[in-house]
């Protein structure tokens, strides 16, 4: 059983920055790969990044490439979402995922465990 926690969110204008948390509880956090969906209102949960067990393997999706990074600091159960360069877009509720596999999932329901979710409001 793993419970993650989403912290950081808020309101920014478009440029700026904000870095997503996510902790988990266990201690076995270095065995599940990790990822970050968001979800705006009417749409559908969209992928966004992923990271393997070590941190060695990402993935991104296309609008995020080069604006996002995801890494974790397995010490710490955490991992992170570093966002630049925010856009209007991008605003959106935000979830950590984690699954017990060293693949980078980029479908959400390949993921069990799940956080609330913490909003991300860019204005332009």
């Known amino acids: 059983q793993v419970q993650l926690v989403e912290s950081g969110g808020g309101l920014v204008q478009a440029g700026g920055s904000l870095r997503l948390s996510c902790a988990a509880s266990g201690r076995t956090f270095s065995s599940y790969a990790m990822g970050w969906f968001r979800q705006a209102p009417g749409k559908e949960r969209e992928f966004v990044t992923a990271i393997s067990r070590s941190g060695a393997i990402t993935n991104y999706v296309d609008s995020v490439k080069g604006r996002f990074t995801i890494f974790r600091d397995n010490a710490k159960n955490t991992v992170y979402l570093q966002m630049n360069s925010l856009k209007p877009e991008d605003t959106a509720v935000y979830y950590c995922?984690?699954?017990?596999?060293?693949?980078?999932?980029?479908?959400?329901?390949?993921?069990?465990?799940w956080g609330q979710g913490t909003q991300v409001t860019v204005s332009s």
């Open positions: 995922a984690a699954v017990y596999t060293d693949y980078v999932f980029a479908t959400p329901y390949e993921y069990k465990y």
